[in-house]
């Protein structure tokens, strides 16, 4: 059973910063792009970054370039979103995700969805 669990939500001041996890498992993703989503209340899902399993490269949308940083443990297979100098417009479920490329990974065309953590920055 695959399965993408993401981890690390939670409340935090402007200014301040959060890690959020998501944890692999149920195959093998050394071909897929993984990204990060997120979905504030009233507003569609959004695209917030990718990595590539295989050569980690990484691609983010220009609202959080340079304040987030998306990696990658192969170990661990892990994917962690480092978020920083957090503003009260970065409220909102993030969601973990894995697709076949990074044209189909934009169009919110994935595979696999994990449930969600719910990020809240307060002013």
């Known amino acids: 059973q695959v399965q993408l669990v993401e981890s690390g939500g939670g409340l935090v001041q402007a200014g301040g910063s959060l890690r959020l996890s998501c944890a692999a498992s149920?195959?093998?993703?050394?071909?897929?792009?993984m990204g990060w989503f997120r979905q504030a209340p009233g507003k569609e899902r959004e695209f917030v970054a990718a990595i590539s399993w295989s050569d980690g490269s990484t691609y983010y949308a220009d609202s959080v370039k340079g304040r987030f940083t998306i990696s990658r443990d192969n170990a661990k297979n892990t994917v962690y979103l480092q978020m920083n100098s957090l503003k009260p417009e970065d409220t909102a479920v993030y969601y973990c995700a894995a697709a076949r490329s990074y044209r189909t990974i934009k169009r919110q065309q994935c595979d696999y969805w994990g449930q969600g953590t719910q990020v809240t920055v307060s002013s």
């Open positions: 149920g195959r093998t993703f050394s071909s897929y792009i």
